[in-house]
């Protein structure tokens, strides 16, 4: 770990500084048409968005489908380039590195896609497959790899005689396992977890959802769980991010988001999990419309549209991120905070 | 699935299920099979069919004419220079002091068979199997001759060419963007050029032979693939397991050949035995043209050409006719067999 650490990396800030630190990270696609490609507009699909993630922790991102969750997570691996912000990792910024100053980082940072089919190559066979990024970093060789491959499949519940198998030959959950696996292979401190369960039966999805716990336990990962499944993300997460229309709207630990939402929109989220009771008596809120397009967004706060509470100025302006109670961040003009005293992100 | 056998062979379970799968193919395995005899057959023409014997006994010595060059004074004759064994004199000569073993044809591609007892073009006779073309040669011999050349000819295309287009269109795919689109125009201006007229015009300047046709046939060939290989490339670059190869630290080169390109081999491959047929097709073409080898080399397009001008010798037009459509038919059952071998998704019994 030590020889991937930067130079420039403060001293100080060893203990405290967050592992991943995310700062108005921006990625709009542009839309060409016509002839000359002449850029028509553009999908906002992350609109600056801003958060930290420490050791050990998992931050669940949420949103509908649309929302940018994905592409936010694959700009911060650099696997899209950023249209613009600051990524940090370790307090070393690395989202302005070209391909060759990333490699090292790559270590650090991994991904674990949604789709177990398209993300492992059919041509490899699954200890290939784990065992690639030890060759591509020379971290080992000969039996070592057969060696490393041979624990990391015991590690994710895979027996080291599946080997020689080819990804078809594979069940979803194994699949996922084995991406599992070979994110784990370079000892990262972070994965990326690409709505890593949306993809398989509700049955696995428990399994690999346990299973990245367990491994979260034993190794000191961190996780950023890209998922839609509140319930998965209340499992798995320490803190919750729910993004709308490429923003984050609300950001907070598991326990207020779950008791005491601020944003309208996590309200409408929330009371749209089933609960397993049926005396259970509960106001569902509905939201009305669609969401709007991420290329023409309404102007002044992105939900007033849907919003059941919105009011004449929530129109106009566009809320700014505040702490309402300590560690609870809401976008909205409806929520101020308690204290007068309200800071940005950190 | 058959699990594979547990042997210690150094090939990987991939290329040993590969194997597996192009021998269950019984018509693809037998044509290579077929194929590889007439190759290795014609890459030993010079001891199958040659004017000269494959081994001599004369006065208490040892000979070897195919290998070896003798004066007609070593057999009692009267000139230094080499001994004709076909000459009735020599035979004469040796025959006194020994004896002569004449390889299965006694006949090489140029040796003009000067005892017919009718005109040239002669028919099949027991001397020559398939009879004489137009000027007395041996028909037989003039075809091993002939394969060897269109095989190798044909091979070397094939190899050199597709690595140029594979390394061409996996560039243009895998980069895509203005280096994609500069590439593309100018393959479109360059396959716009007519490469027949070029070869004509060249031929009025030099004499063509095996690698001038090779480089000039080069110069368009390697554009087969390209198309292909981009499309491939093109298609992959934006798979999950090709972003997850980036996050983990693999190189472009890396991320190209091992993960891109085996992928586009099943498309590569299946184009591979059309273009050798192509590159067997397009020499036979110049040789029947009389655009291809200098004159008097074995050829089959040559061969065709004898039996287009003697259709009253129909052994030429025939004999021809069923060799090309052999060696491309072989070619095509050999390419149909290897393309399944490497389709992952495809299940023998």
């Known amino acids: 770990m030590a020889a991937v650490l930067s130079p420039e990396r403060a001293p100080a800030a060893a203990d405290s500084a967050p592992l991943l630190e995310v700062v108005d990270l921006k990625k709009h696609f542009a839309i060409r ?82 789709d177990p089919y398209s993300s492992l190559n059919p041509r490899m066979t699954a200890g290939d497959i784990v065992g690639e990024p030890l060759i591509n970093y020379n971290l080992a060789r000969g039996s070592e790899i057969a060696d490393r491959v041979a624990y990391l499949f015991g590690k994710v519940g895979l027996r080291p005689d599946q080997m020689i198998k080819y990804p078809h030959e594979f069940s979803g959950g194994q699949r996922q396992r084995l991406g599992i696996a070979r994110a784990l292979s370079l000892n990262p401190s972070l994965i990326v977890a690409d709505e890593p369960v949306s993809a398989l039966d509700v049955s696995v999805q428990a399994q690999v959802v346990n299973l990245l716990m367990d491994l979260q336990a034993e190794f000191g990962l961190s996780y950023l769980f890209v998922a839609h499944d509140l319930a998965v993300v209340e499992h798995i997460s320490h803190r919750i991010a729910v993004m709308y229309l490429g923003r984050i709207v609300e950001l907070t630990d598991k326990q207020s988001l779950f008791a005491r939402p601020l944003h309208p929109y996590t309200e409408a989220l929330l009371s749209a999990v089933p609960i397993p009771d049926p005396q259970m008596q509960r106001k569902r809120i509905i939201l009305m419309g669609d969401v709007p397009s991420p290329i023409n967004r309404p ?48 | 699935m058959h699990a594979p056998a547990p042997r210690p062979a150094r090939l990987s379970p991939l ?13 693809g395995f037998w044509s290579l099979w077929i194929f590889m005899a007439i190759f290795l057959l014609s890459l030993f023409a010079e001891i199958i069919a040659n004017e000269r014997p494959a081994l001599v006994r004369y006065d208490g010595g040892f000979y070897m004419p195919i290998f070896k060059t003798y004066p007609e004074t070593a057999f009692g004759g009267e000139f230094e220079t080499e001994a004709d064994y076909r000459d009735p004199f020599v035979i004469g000569k040796i025959d006194e002091k020994g004896w002569m073993i004449w390889p299965p044809i006694a006949f090489s591609y140029n040796t003009v068979n000067r005892n017919l007892s009718v005109p040239a073009p002669a028919p099949p006779s027991a001397a020559n199997w398939l009879g004489t073309d137009d000027q007395g040669r041996d028909v037989v011999a003039r075809l091993l001759y002939g394969l060897r050349i269109s095989i190798l000819f044909g091979l070397t295309l094939t190899v050199v060419s597709s690595v140029i287009g594979i390394a061409a269109g996996a560039v243009q795919g895998y980069f895509g963007g203005w280096i994609d689109l500069g590439f593309q125009r100018f393959i479109e201006i360059w396959s716009g050029l007519p490469r027949l007229y070029l070869l004509i015009i060249l031929s009025a300047f030099i004499q063509p032979n095996f690698w001038w046709l090779l480089g000039l046939l080069l110069l368009f060939e390697w554009m087969a693939l390209v198309d292909v290989v981009r499309a491939e490339f093109l298609r992959a670059r934006n798979f999950d397991y090709v972003r997850a190869a980036r996050a983990l630290g693999a190189s472009d080169a890396i991320i190209m050949f091992r993960h891109v390109l085996p992928n586009a081999m099943v498309a590569t491959v299946t184009f591979l035995p059309f273009i050798m047929s192509g590159s067997v097709t397009a020499l036979v073409s110049l040789d029947f043209l009389g655009f291809g080898l200098p004159a008097g080399s074995p050829s089959l397009g040559e061969l065709l050409a004898q039996g287009k001008a003697n259709l009253q010798a129909p052994w030429l037009g025939i004999t021809s006719f069923v060799v090309i459509a052999l060696l491309l038919s072989l070619l095509v059952f050999i390419g149909e067999a290897v393309r399944d071998a490497f389709d992952p998704r495809k299940v023998f019994r």
């Open chain 1, 299 to 346: 102007a002044g706060c992105h939900f007033h549209t849907r919003c059941p509470y919105a009011e004449a100025h929530c129109r106009v302006e566009e809320p700014a991120m505040q702490e309402v109670h300590p560690g609870h961040f809401v976008a909205c003009h409806l929520r101020q905070p308690e204290t007068p005293a309200s800071k940005p992100v950190s």
């Open chain 2, 15 to 27: 290329n040993r299920r590969r194997l597996a799968n192009f021998m269950a193919n019984k018509r």
């Open chain 1, 33 to 114: 048409k016509g002839l000359l490609s002449r850029v028509a507009g553009y999908v906002y699909a992350v609109d600056g968005i801003s958060f930290t993630l420490r050791a050990g922790e998992t931050l669940g991102l949420v949103g509908e489908s649309g929302c940018g969750k994905s592409t936010a997570g694959k700009t911060i691996l650099k696997l899209i380039e950023p249209t613009s912000g600051v990524v940090r990792l370790r307090g070393r910024r690395i989202n302005n590195l070209g391909r060759r100053d990333m490699r090292p980082f790559r270590r650090e940072m991994q991904v674990v896609f949604q």
